[in-house]
């Protein structure tokens, strides 16, 4: 029901956009987040965004550097990576709750099939 893309090999301090696509089901009244999971760890939280859209909330190492939009007309959420890093390497996942704004991946209900980026020094 999401379908992540866009990502890709990249050098570092590049710049690579995701998008996440729903399908079957509207992403209106959700709170959508972008999450990932470099090798060998566990999954963690990058970015989220209200459903209105005027909220969000960046992990440490995204803020200023990422931003994640939505538009709910096309069911639809962004997420722009600019200055990319090697730490960045990772499968990138857009997740759906409805409990609101949340850092903690288990709290998100629905996941898309993640998208690989690789970021090379």
């Known amino acids: 029901q999401l379908q992540a893309s866009g990502g890709g090999l990249v050098q570092a301090g590049g710049s690579l956009r995701l998008s996440c696509v729903a399908s079957?089901?509207?992403?209106?009244?959700?709170?959508m987040g972008w999450l990932r999971q470099a090798p060998g760890k566990e999954r963690e939280f990058v970015a989220c965004?209200?459903?209105?859209?005027?909220?969000?909330v960046y992990t440490d190492s995204a803020k200023g550097r990422f931003t994640i939009s939505r538009t709910n007309a096309e069911d639809t959420v962004y997420l722009q990576m600019n200055s990319l890093k090697v730490e960045d390497t990772a499968v990138y996942y857009c997740?759906?709750?409805?409990?609101?704004?949340?850092?903690?991946?288990?709290?998100?209900?629905?996941w898309g099939q993640g998208t690989l980026v690789t970021v090379s020094s």
């Open positions: 997740a759906a709750n409805r409990l609101g704004l949340t850092t903690t991946p288990y709290e998100y209900d629905y």
């Open positions: 965004m209200s459903w209105s859209g005027g909220r969000t």
């Open positions: 079957g089901r509207t992403l209106s009244r959700y709170t």
